[in-house]
T-cell receptor
Framework: AQKITQTQPGMFVQEKEAVTLDCTYDTSDPSYGLFWYKQPSSGEMIFLIYQGSYDQQNATEGRYSLNFQKARKSANLVISASQLGDSAMYFCAMREGFNFGNEKLTFGTGTRLTIIP | DAGVTQSPTHLIKTRGQQVTLRCSPKSGHDTVSWYQQALGQGPQFIFQYYEEEERQRGNFPDRFSGHQFPNYSSELNVNALLLGDSALYLC???????????FGPGTRLTVL
């Protein structure tokens, strides 16, 4: 089974609208972390937001928020007031376990977001 | 403060050759991870180095090897290149115990 599933290969959104990018995950480890990264055409992965499995509140970072639904194993990224510069690939990733020396990230296949002027 | 740097930016090799990719971590970061990203896919974890030792490894053959130097910089070596090794190779660094990994711009390897 896929550990990270992103079911939206591509999305088109009007500028200034909000957008939700879907991510579901699969793990039996009660301790895990969920990440979202943005990858522009230049190739560099840019960290956006992090949610730990024990965090009580949904993470927020500026225009980014993470809709964390633990029981449903989903960690959707919400971008408010989208901008043209938000056009990029977006990846959801997971780290299983918080043990020192176990920092491997498992990525999904990504969603290509295109913002339309 | 410089971020993670990688060299070279692009590389073209032929099947059977060997290649070395280089990574300098962000200042103060002692852990370096390498990922392979094939076209249209998410990055796949190759291995991670800490204190000059390989600490964790993904499902990659022994043709993929690495090294970390005392200044925390790292190399990724791939022997006997295959066409399927063509990909973007990403290096990520992090300080001890941190959740966040900072990625470099990557090296795009093309194997002909």
């Amino acid at each position: 089974a896929q550990k990270i599933t992103q079911t939206q290969p591509g999305m088109f959104v009007q500028e200034k609208e909000a957008v939700t990018l879907d991510c579901t995950y699969d793990t039996s480890d009660p301790s895990y972390g969920l990440f979202w990264y943005k990858q522009p055409s230049s190739g560099e992965m840019i960290f956006l937001i992090y949610q730990g499995s024990y965090d009580q509140q949904n993470a927020t970072e500026g225009r980014y928020s993470l809709n964390f639904q633990k029981a449903r194993k989903s960690a959707n990224l919400v971008i408010s007031a989208s901008q043209l510069g938000d056009s990029a690939m977006y990846f959801c990733a997971m780290r299983e376990g918080f043990n020192f020396g176990n920092e491997k990230l498992t990525f999904g296949t990504g969603t290509r977001l295109t913002i339309i002027p | 403060d410089a971020g993670v740097t990688q060299s070279p930016t692009h590389l073209i090799k032929t099947r059977g050759q060997q290649v070395t990719l280089r990574c300098s971590p962000k200042s103060g970061h002692d852990t370096v991870s390498w990922y392979q990203q094939a076209l249209g896919q998410g990055p796949q974890f190759i291995f991670q180095y800490y204190e000059e030792e390989e600490r964790q490894r993904g499902n990659f053959p022994d043709r993929f090897s690495g090294h970390q130097f005392p200044n925390y910089s790292s190399e990724l070596n791939v022997n006997a290149l295959l066409l399927g090794d063509s990909a973007l190779y990403l290096c990520a660094s992090s300080p001890t115990g941190s959740n966040e990994q900072f990625f470099g711009p990557g090296t795009r390897l093309t194997v002909l």
